[in-house]
C-alpha cells in the first residue's frame, strides 16, 4: 500500500510540475511576443500586456505551431 501512496504522490507533483512548466512557457512567448520581457517576476503582467495589446490591435493570440 504504501508503495502505491508513494508513486501516487510522485505522479501528482510531476503533474504539478509539467502544469508550471506550460504556464511559465506560454508566459515567454507572451512577452516575447510583445516584445517586453524583463524578469519572471514582471511576466505576469507583461503576459496581460501582450493580452491587452492583441485585444486592441486586432492581432490574433500566438497558437501552438501545427504540426505539418
Same mark, same amino acid.
Given at each position: 500500500?504504501?508503495? $502505491?501512496?508513494?508513486?501516487?504522490?510522485?505522479?501528482? =507533483?510531476?503533474?504539478?510540475?509539467?502544469?508550471?512548466?506550460?504556464?511559465?512557457?506560454?508566459?515567454?512567448?507572451?512577452?516575447?511576443?510583445?516584445?517586453?520581457?524583463?524578469?519572471?517576476? $514582471?511576466?505576469?503582467?507583461?503576459?496581460?500586456? =501582450?493580452?491587452?495589446?492583441?485585444?486592441?490591435?486586432?492581432?490574433? =493570440?500566438?497558437?501552438?505551431? =501545427?504540426?505539418?
Amino acid at each position: 500500500m504504501k508503495d $502505491t501512496d508513494s508513486n501516487s504522490g510522485l505522479s501528482i =507533483a510531476t503533474l504539478i510540475v509539467s502544469a508550471l512548466r506550460h504556464v511559465i512557457a506560454e508566459t515567454v512567448v507572451e512577452c516575447a511576443c510583445y516584445g517586453r520581457w524583463r524578469r519572471i517576476d $514582471t511576466g505576469w503582467r507583461c503576459a496581460q500586456q =501582450a493580452k491587452d495589446h492583441r485585444a486592441e490591435s486586432g492581432h490574433p =493570440a500566438p497558437e501552438s505551431p =501545427a504540426i505539418h
